[in-house]
């Protein structure tokens, strides 16, 4: 049986630079840098970027981590800042229909299977739309599951101004999926 | 919000499975030093302000609040930089030469109209010169036109007198350059901070286009 280490002593093992350390930190991290990413570029290549350059900004500064916010906070804070780095980098955004597309033409599923394909698609083309700011509470919030406070820890701003724009961020999704509302789209 | 939409988000943006080629990647990265970093080494300027925001104490706001600044700061040294290359560019007017090239040249008018007071607006418009004409005068208005050197305009005021086609010339001065005191054999002076020049195919009829202004010559 295989004890998992704590959070300071796996800290310190990537300090010396134990090879294993670095694993072990990525096996713990990559689901949660993987999925913000995605969900906030809205394409697998781009989250594939933009979670590389996480982990390798994640290990070559870990030295500089003093311990004043918990390993999971500023390990958000590396992915959310590479998220709104790479966005003003590429400038790009998914253009309209892309996902929906994509789901389409998928005709190996089930009809079942390329329903639910689509309303994803639709939800996260819509999340694409949303400004930036307003993006990433709604991923911290939906995909992470954080509380007010947590997002606004990562975010380093007042736990108001996360309420603030996640409401901005659910009027504006709330016009563009209305057509979602209503249907009994959770079975699909 | 509408509950729908609250369970629309959270089941529809579920986390997900890194895809197994992630670790490669980042270990690929790491071994080639050049193509991982590439973006840092870019960025070299930012990379400690970067660096203290990624350990958390370099607030997010803090970022933007120099961002702006120096690019306000970068676009104002920009633009100083192309007015001064603009300026060094810009070609010496010699207004003598000007219209001396101008003599017997048939240009279009822009605005065509012996109204004084109508040229002198149309000018003021166009070129940002005062071109104060007579409102009554002896000589045959035509138009106007301008013409371009450089970054600067040049008024051109077409008349006839008898049966000879003149060009009065009207340019900024330039306080560095004085008007050359000769050159080609064109009539031409300073007044205040524009200089003049008259353009005729009838050297002999330069008093007489002085008339524009002058009636009583």
Request: glycine fraction near 6%.
């Amino acid at each position: 049986m295989v004890l998992e280490r704590s959070e300071s002593e796996l800290v310190a093992a990537c300090r010396r630079g134990e090879r294993d350390a670095f694993r072990e930190l990525f096996e713990r991290y990559k689901d949660k840098i993987y999925s913000v990413a995605l969900r906030f570029a809205g394409q697998p290549g781009e989250a594939m970027d933009i979670a590389q350059d996480t982990f390798l900004k994640l290990f070559s500064s870990l030295a500089d981590f003093r311990g004043e916010s918990r390993l999971e906070t500023w390990i958000y804070r590396l992915v959310v800042n590479r998220c709104l780095d790479q966005r003003r980098r590429s400038g790009r955004w998914l253009p309209l229909g892309e996902g929906l597309g994509r789901s389409l033409a998928d005709t190996s599923d089930s009809l079942a299977g390329i329903l639910r394909k689509e309303r994803n698609g639709r939800v996260q083309e819509a999340v694409n739309r949303l400004a930036p700011d307003l993006r990433i509470v709604v991923v911290l919030r939906y995909t992470e599951g954080m509380s007010y406070d947590q997002i606004a820890e990562v975010l380093g701003c007042a736990p108001g101004t996360v309420a603030s724009r996640l409401h901005r961020a659910h009027k504006v999704l709330e016009r563009s999926l209305s057509s979602l509302g209503g249907k009994g789209g959770l079975d699909v | 919000m509408s509950d729908w939409l609250e369970l629309e988000l959270a089941h529809r943006l579920t986390p997900v499975e890194a895809p197994e080629e992630l670790w490669e990647r980042v270990q690929n990265a790491q071994r080639a030093p050049a193509s991982a970093s590439w973006r840092e080494q870019r960025r070299g300027v930012w990379a400690w302000p970067a660096q203290r925001f990624a350990n958390g104490t370099w607030p997010a706001q803090r970022r933007s609040v120099w961002a702006w600044p120096a690019a306000a700061m970068a676009a104002v040294t920009l633009a100083v930089a192309a007015w001064c290359v603009a300026s060094l560019c810009d070609p010496v007017l010699d207004i003598r030469q000007l219209a001396a090239a101008q003599t017997g040249r048939a240009a279009p008018l822009q605005i065509q109209t012996s109204d004084p007071r109508a040229i002198r607006l149309w000018l003021r418009q166009n070129t940002g010169l005062d071109v104060p004409l007579p409102p009554a005068t002896s000589v045959r208005l035509e138009g106007a036109r301008w013409l371009g050197h450089g970054s600067q305009r040049v008024a051109a005021v077409e008349y006839r007198v008898g049966g000879n086609a003149v060009t009065l010339l009207v340019a900024r001065a330039d306080p560095h350059r004085p008007l050359p005191s000769h050159g080609a054999r064109v009539a031409a002076w300073q007044a205040h901070d524009q200089v003049y020049a008259l353009a005729s195919p009838n050297s002999d009829q330069v008093d007489a286009a002085c008339q524009l202004c002058h009636a009583s010559l």
